[in-house]
């Protein structure tokens, strides 16, 4: 392993430079703050506290939307952050939007996949009809572990205006939360994109952040081969391999929509 973790002087400079980016981003749109989706989970926890140090607390709206796969120790950690925050935030249960679609399309009936980026794209939805209503952007909470191999649902909780701990890794997330003051409790607390029931993201990825954390920043992102990397991390190479397949296989949802080459 490798440590990838900032010191406090670098861990400073990333939370000037993401909170002057959040300023930006609203100041350029002309908007009047931003909208946030809070799971209880430490991305969007890190980014609401961001998102409040960098704008202020009245120009951060949380919404809590919870599914009936969704837990209730996250769902009241979610609004227990919109309350250390003091920011505004609604509570929309999205099972009801969820059984629309479904009765509109029942053969999705049972598909967790389907039924699951559902889920994340009716959350985006109603990010969106309240940044829409209130004038303001929807901020993502997506980090770079994530990104970089297409953990997440496109459209769904990628569906964002921008993305304010989009370069950093996993662990550096937990480490600048630390640094800003969130609770303990929830800075450690074990990655699930709660899609499903039960589902957390290192079963699903098949690797722990540590780990893709450190292939990342050596050979998806540094400068090493694969088998530089495997004597580095002293790991084997199917396990470089098989994140650079995801990597590669996920390209799609880092990029722009592709349209043909236009006729000369
Ligand atoms: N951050 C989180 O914790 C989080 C949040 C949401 C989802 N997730 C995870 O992300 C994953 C989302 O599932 P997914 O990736 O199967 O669904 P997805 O809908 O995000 O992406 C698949 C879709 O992308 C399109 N596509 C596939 N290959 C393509 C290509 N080569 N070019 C262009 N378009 C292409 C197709 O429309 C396909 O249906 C799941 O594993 C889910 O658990 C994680
Ligand atoms: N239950 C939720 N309420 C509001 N916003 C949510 C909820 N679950 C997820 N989100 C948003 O989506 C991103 C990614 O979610 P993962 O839990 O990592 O899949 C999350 O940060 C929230 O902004
Ligand atoms: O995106 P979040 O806030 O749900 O964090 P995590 O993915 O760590 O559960």
Redesign the pocket.
Same mark, same amino acid.
């Given at each position: 392993m490798i440590d990838l973790r900032f010191s406090e002087a670098e861990l400073e400079r990333r939370r000037d430079r993401i909170t002057e980016f959040i300023r930006h981003q609203v100041d350029a749109a002309g908007a009047d703050g931003v909208v @946030?989706?809070?799971?209880g989970?430490i991305?969007?926890t890190l980014t609401g506290f961001l998102a409040v140090e960098a704008l202020g607390a009245d120009c951060v709206h949380g @919404?809590? @939307?919870?599914a009936t796969v969704?837990s209730e120790g996250h769902?009241s950690d979610?609004e227990r952050v919109a309350q250390i925050l003091e920011i505004s935030y609604d509570v929309i249960e999205i099972e009801p939007l969820v059984d629309s679609l479904l009765s509109a399309y029942p053969e999705a009936e049972g598909d967790r996949e389907a039924v699951g980026n559902a889920r994340?794209r009716i959350?985006a939805v109603l990010n969106y009809l309240v940044a829409n209503h209130e004038s303001r952007l929807v901020v993502g909470?997506g980090n770079r572990s994530e990104a970089a191999v297409g953990y997440f649902t496109k459209y769904g909780?990628g569906a964002v205006d921008c993305h304010p701990i989009g370069n950093l890794y996993k662990g550096q997330v937990r480490q600048l939360a630390h640094h800003v003051g969130v609770p303990e409790e929830l800075a450690e607390k074990t990655a699930?994109?709660?899609l499903w029931a039960d589902q957390t993201d290192e079963d699903e990825l098949g690797i722990s952040y540590e780990m893709l954390d450190d292939i990342l920043a050596t050979h998806i992102d540094g400068p090493l081969s694969v088998a530089a990397t495997c004597r580095l991390l002293e790991i084997d190479e199917e396990t470089v391999e098989m994140v650079r397949r995801m990597y590669e296989q996920t390209e799609h949802k880092r990029n722009a929509p592709p349209a043909p080459e236009p006729l000369e």
């Open positions: @946030l989706g809070l799971s989970g991305d969007s @919404l809590v @939307l919870p969704s769902m979610a994340a959350r909470t909780d699930t994109a709660e």
